[in-house]
C-alpha cells in the first residue's frame, strides 16, 4: 500500500513537470508568433523621429535600396531624334573608349543607382541612359549626333538635352521648367549641373556650391553681395536657393513664393503682421526700400536716411526741409534728422507698429 502510494506521488511529480515543461513551449511558441506578427498592427504612426526615413534615404545614398534598384532595373535608352535607328549595345563597349569619363562618373549618385538597377538585369544601359542609343557612334564616333550630347557646340539641341534629363527629373520643383526664363534663354541643364562627375557636395553641379554656379552668369548681382551691407551669402550662411528656384516658378524673378514680400517672410516673420498700423510702402514691397542683395547703406537700404524717406514724405511738416551739410554734426545748423539713425530715430518701428499710440510708428 505503501509502494503505490510512493508511486502515486512519483507520478504526479511527473505530471507536474510535464505541465511546466508543456507551459513553457508554448509561451516561447507565442513569442515567436509575436515577433513574427506586424509591429504595429493598428497602423499607428512612426515614433522614431524620421531615424527609419533616414536609414531609408542612407540605403539609396548607398545604392543598396531594394526598390529603387527594381525601378532602374530596366531603365530604357533615351530617345535620340538624331539618330532613329540606333541600337542600345551595352556600358562596356562605352567604357573601352571612355575609361576616362567612366572614372569620374562612377563617384556620382546616378552612376550608384543605375548600376544597382542594372544588377540582375540585362544588358547595363548606364551610359545609354541619358545618351541614347550607341551601335551608329560606335561604329562612327566622328558622325555629330550619333549620341546625345550635352553641350552647347554640340549637335544635340538643347530641347533634346533637357528632354532626356526631365525623363527622370520631373515634376516637384522642375514643374515649372517649362516657359521659365531659364528655358526660354536657351539654358540647358548641363549649364549648371555636371552629372558626369563629383564636382559639388551636392546636386552635382558644375561649381563647388550654388552661388557660385548662379554667379557664372548673374555677375552683376554677385558683385552686390560684397557691398558693406549684404546678406551672408559670401560668408556661406545663405545660398541663392533660399530665395529663388532656378528650375522655374510662377514669378518672373523666380522666386520661390508667389510676392517678394512673402519671400521675406520666410526669414523675417516679424514683420509679417498683421499690424494694427501698417506703413503702406513696406506692406506693398519690400523692394521699395531694400535691395536684398546688397548695398553700401544701412541694413539694405536702397538710399541713405534720411533722404530715402524724402522720397515720399515731402511738402509736408519736418520731411520738407531741405537737409544740408550745415545739419551734421559739425555743422553750423546741427539737426538730429540727418544725424545717427536720422528719421527711424524717433519713428523706431517703421515697418509697422501694434501699440494704440504707434500711429507715427513712434511706438
Known amino acids: 500500500m505503501k509502494r503505490a502510494g510512493?508511486?502515486?506521488?512519483?507520478?504526479?511529480?511527473?505530471?507536474?513537470?510535464?505541465?511546466?515543461?508543456?507551459g513553457a513551449i508554448t509561451v516561447h511558441a507565442q513569442g515567436d508568433a509575436d515577433s513574427a506578427a506586424p509591429s504595429n498592427p493598428h497602423k499607428l504612426p512612426d515614433t522614431d523621429m524620421g531615424v527609419g526615413a533616414m536609414r531609408h534615404y542612407l540605403d539609396i545614398e548607398a545604392g543598396v535600396d531594394a526598390a529603387g534598384a527594381a525601378s532602374l532595373a530596366?531603365?530604357?535608352?533615351?530617345?535620340?531624334?538624331?539618330?532613329?535607328?540606333?541600337?542600345?549595345?551595352?556600358?562596356?563597349?562605352?567604357?573601352?573608349?571612355?575609361?576616362?569619363?567612366?572614372?569620374?562618373?562612377?563617384?556620382?549618385?546616378?552612376?550608384r543607382a543605375l548600376r544597382s538597377g542594372a544588377l540582375g538585369s540585362n544588358a547595363d544601359r548606364t551610359c545609354e541612359s541619358c545618351h541614347g542609343p550607341g551601335s551608329l557612334h560606335a561604329a562612327?564616333?566622328?558622325?555629330?549626333?550619333?549620341?546625345?550630347?550635352?553641350?552647347?557646340?554640340?549637335?544635340?539641341?538643347v530641347e533634346t538635352q533637357t528632354e532626356t534629363c526631365l525623363g527622370?527629373?520631373?515634376?516637384?520643383?522642375?514643374?515649372?521648367?517649362?516657359?521659365?526664363?531659364?528655358?526660354?534663354?536657351?539654358?540647358?541643364?548641363?549649364?549648371?549641373?555636371?552629372?558626369?562627375?563629383?564636382?559639388?557636395?551636392?546636386?552635382?553641379?558644375?561649381?563647388?556650391?550654388?552661388?557660385e554656379t548662379c554667379a557664372g552668369c548673374h555677375r552683376d548681382v554677385r558683385a552686390k553681395f560684397n557691398r558693406r551691407s549684404h546678406m551672408p551669402l559670401p560668408e556661406g550662411q545663405i545660398s541663392c536657393v533660399d530665395c529663388h528656384n532656378p528650375h522655374g516658378t510662377v514669378t518672373d524673378p523666380l522666386l520661390k513664393t508667389d510676392t517678394v514680400n512673402g519671400t521675406c517672410y520666410t526669414c523675417h516673420a516679424e514683420k509679417r503682421g498683421p499690424l494694427l498700423f501698417e506703413h503702406p510702402p513696406v506692406r506693398e514691397n519690400c523692394l521699395n526700400c531694400h535691395d536684398p542683395h546688397g548695398s553700401n547703406?544701412?541694413?539694405?537700404?536702397?538710399?541713405?536716411?534720411p533722404m530715402l524717406c524724402q522720397q515720399c514724405h515731402t511738402m509736408t511738416r519736418h520731411p520738407n526741409d531741405l537737409q544740408t551739410p550745415a545739419g551734421l554734426?559739425?555743422?553750423s545748423a546741427p539737426d538730429e534728422r540727418l544725424m545717427g539713425r536720422a528719421c527711424i530715430s524717433c519713428h523706431t518701428n517703421i515697418h509697422g507698429s501694434n501699440n494704440p499710440s504707434g500711429a507715427k510708428f513712434h511706438k
Open 297 to 305: 547703406q544701412q541694413t539694405l537700404l536702397v538710399a541713405p536716411l
Open 140 to 157: 562612327s564616333p566622328t558622325v555629330a549626333g550619333s549620341i546625345i550630347a550635352f553641350t552647347h557646340g554640340s549637335a544635340t539641341s
Open 6 to 22: 510512493r508511486w502515486a506521488s512519483v507520478a504526479a511529480t511527473l505530471l507536474a513537470c510535464a505541465a511546466m515543461l508543456l
Open 329 to 331: 554734426g559739425t555743422g
Open 168 to 211: 527622370c527629373h520631373t515634376g516637384g520643383a522642375r514643374q515649372h521648367w517649362i516657359g521659365s526664363i531659364h528655358e526660354a534663354r536657351g539654358l540647358s541643364c548641363s549649364d549648371c549641373h555636371n552629372p558626369m562627375a563629383k564636382m559639388s557636395p551636392e546636386g552635382l553641379l558644375t561649381k563647388q556650391s550654388i552661388s
Open 74 to 111: 530596366h531603365a530604357a535608352a533615351a530617345r535620340n531624334p538624331q539618330a532613329p535607328d540606333a541600337i542600345p549595345i551595352g556600358s562596356a563597349t562605352c567604357v573601352a573608349c571612355h575609361s576616362q569619363e567612366n572614372l569620374q562618373f562612377s563617384h556620382t549618385i546616378h552612376a
